[in-house]
């Protein structure tokens, strides 16, 4: 018994750190303080290493990990925080997806705007929930049976708005589709304004 005692203290002293490492990143990107590395990014070299990192985690769970992105697509961002907020997304749809559907990991120019989606096939958020999605600690699943504190989506926010773009959740039907929206797009300029005629 004072063995299982230890063990469940040793995990919530973990919980704890971990919450507290969250919410110091979250400050940190949200004030700007963190370092940033703009850069040109192969998006689909992007969201195939994300698939890898988290293809043993899809397998257990039944679920399909897919990467859909055009060859050659450049996105520009810091990859390190690019890399976590997708990852984050990832985490939160293998969370929530059904065994036997994919998770779909995509890169696209949408408008004029870059664009990293990550889709799932599970129950989706209504549109009532999707402004408390990305609050601080809002759970989905307030049981606590879902591993997770509640930061995934603001820290996501906090990345794309660092970015000059925004976080989206759209109705995938049946499911989610996140995206992460990056500044315009360098070959998407606003079009000219002709000369009225005879000038």
């Not at 699943?141 to 970015?163: C, E």
């Not at 759209?170 to 589709?177: A, S, V």
């Not at 995206?179 to 005879?198: F, K, Q, W, Y």
Request: glycine letters at 12%.
């Amino acid at each position: 018994a004072l063995r299982h005692e230890l063990e469940e203290g040793i995990e919530e002293t973990r919980r704890i750190q971990h919450l507290f490492r969250a919410i110091m990143r979250l400050g940190e990107i949200e004030t700007g303080r963190c370092a940033m590395a703009m850069e040109p990014l192969d998006a689909a070299d992007l969201l195939t290493e994300i698939r890898e990192s988290y293809l043993p985690l899809a397998e257990d769970g039944g679920v399909v990990l897919a990467v859909d992105s055009p060859p050659g697509l450049r996105i520009r961002g810091d990859r390190t925080l690019l890399f976590q907020a997708a990852a984050n997304l990832v985490d939160n749809a293998l969370k929530y997806a059904p065994g036997g559907r994919a998770v779909t990991l995509t890169a696209a120019v949408r408008d004029g705007w870059d664009e990293v989606c990550i889709a799932d096939r599970g129950r989706g958020l209504a549109p009532g929930q999707r402004a408390l999605a990305v609050q601080r600690f809002f759970r989905l699943d307030p049981s606590g049976t879902v591993p997770g504190h509640g930061l995934g989506l603001a820290i996501v926010r906090a990345i794309a708005t660092l970015h000059g773009g925004a976080l989206l959740l759209e109705d995938n039907g049946p499911g989610l589709r996140a995206v992460i929206r990056l500044g315009r797009h360098a070959e998407h300029p606003a079009a000219p304004t002709r000369p009225p005629p005879g000038r």
